[in-house]
Nanobody, 123 residues
Framework: QVQLVESGGGLVQAGGSLRLSCAASGRTFSNYAMGWFRQAPGKEREFVAY????????LYKDSVKGRFTISRDNAKTTVYLQMNSLKPEDTAVYYC????????????????WGQGTQVTVSS
């Protein structure tokens, strides 16, 4: 089992920044690729970013490229999502997820999920 706990969400004005954290415990964190997803009210959960086991490969949803940065610290068993230049359309509950060994944009392939953290961007 892997337990994931997100933090860092909140209310921010458009153009502002937030850094989300996802602390992992349980199995060996460094064996898991990590992803961030989000779900807005009335919409399906969507991929935001992932980072490979080593941290050497990242991928982003097109609409967040250049604004969001995913990173991981295997020593601290934590993955981060730095979000800059936030827009109202970024408003959602953000979830981190863990998948053993390989990176993927598909939510169904992730083994473990956190409980989510709310991000609200006001215009």
């Amino acid at each position: 089992q892997v337990q994931l706990v997100e933090s860092g969400g909140g209310l921010v004005q458009a153009g502002g920044s937030l850094r989300l954290s996802c602390a992992a415990s349980g199995r060996t964190f460094s064996n898991y690729a990590m992803g961030w997803f989000r779900q807005a009210p009335g919409k399906e959960r969507e991929f935001v970013a992932y980072i490979s086991v080593s941290g050497g490969t990242t991928l982003y949803k097109d609409s967040v490229k250049g604004r969001f940065t995913i990173s991981r610290d295997n020593a601290k068993t934590t993955v981060y999502l730095q979000m800059n230049s936030l827009k109202p359309e970024d408003t959602a509950v953000y979830y981190c997820a863990a998948n053993l060994w390989y990176s993927t944009t598909r939510a169904v392939e992730y083994d473990y999920w956190g409980q989510g953290t709310q991000v609200t961007v006001s215009s």
